[in-house]
């Protein structure tokens, strides 16, 4: 019984994007720790939509707050690559990254630091899920139900990993537990935003402009991350670090021999 225990309690990475003091990433911390020796390395404020972005000219501080808690004044990124190399007792069984406070959907996830955190352990060869939670603004997160499912994405993975190169993008809806439907494997899909840079002008009359608040056009296939959430399920998308698109290869080939 003592063996089993011990083998199932993987050493597992929490970080986020939203920054050390976030409640999602206590939350998550917390779950974690029910079924693993969790150490949370994050970035010491918030740091939403840096995508993978890597400090390369200054360096980083680490400061250690607690027992198995550390701050970083960089980027998720650079949480992932400095926990990895230089805080960690050893190579994770698991990055987990989140609860993001908002949806990672669609094209989205290019800008996400939540995702590019799991991006950076996937490259590294750490198996990796990024979880976030859907919010429109006018409810308080339910941390109750990201955390439920990630606990549940977090045992499939430590007992089945994933295939080469690919990560776990979770969406949960902002719902009690008990109204979420259960879980929807799903595609990325598109979105566009339309109206999102905004001219501004400061009190001397120098022009700015201020990205954000868009309204988005979302592709709402049947099978996609966006349908799956608005329906009420989670969505999981299994993400390819790989973006080569295969079929224009021989596109490519083609209309080039023809200049
Ligand atoms: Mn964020």
Redesign the pocket.
């Known amino acids: 019984m003592i063996e089993l225990l011990l083998m199932n309690k993987g050493l597992v990475l929490v970080t986020?994007?939203?920054g050390i003091h976030s409640p999602g990433l206590m939350a998550l911390a917390r779950s974690v720790r029910e079924i693993a020796d969790a150490y949370v390395i994050a970035p010491d404020r918030?740091r939403?939509a840096v995508g993978h972005a890597l400090t390369m000219h200054r360096p980083l501080r680490v400061e250690n707050l607690r027992e198995q808690v550390y701050s970083v004044n960089g980027t998720p990124t650079d949480c992932v690559a400095v926990g990895l190399a230089k805080i960690l007792p050893q190579k994770p069984s698991l990055i987990v990254s989140g609860i993001?406070?908002?949806a990672n959907l669609g094209d989205d996830i290019t800008y996400s630091?939540?995702v590019s955190a799991a991006i950076e352990g996937t490259i590294f060869g750490v198996p990796s899920i990024a979880v976030s939670i859907m919010l429109d603004g006018t409810q308080p997160p339910h941390y109750e139900a990201a955390q439920h499912y990630c606990l549940l994405a977090a045992r499939f993975v430590l007992k089945n990993s994933l295939p080469y190169d690919t990560l776990l993008n979770v969406n949960v809806p902002n719902l009690p537990l008990r109204e979420i439907k259960g879980v929807k494997f799903t595609r990325q899909s598109k979105r566009i935003y339309d109206g999102s840079v905004h001219e501004t002008a400061s009190p001397w009359g120098e022009i700015f402009y201020w990205i954000g608040g868009g309204k988005p056009y979302w592709e709402h296939g049947e099978d996609t991350d966006i349908n799956a959430v608005m329906e009420g399920y989670v969505s999981i998308t299994p993400i390819h670090l790989d973006l080569t698109n295969n079929k224009a290869i021989g596109w490519l080939r083609d209309k080039w021999n023809g200049i």
Do not use: F, K, Q, V
């Open positions: 986020n994007d939203d918030e939403s993001n406070r908002g630091g939540t």
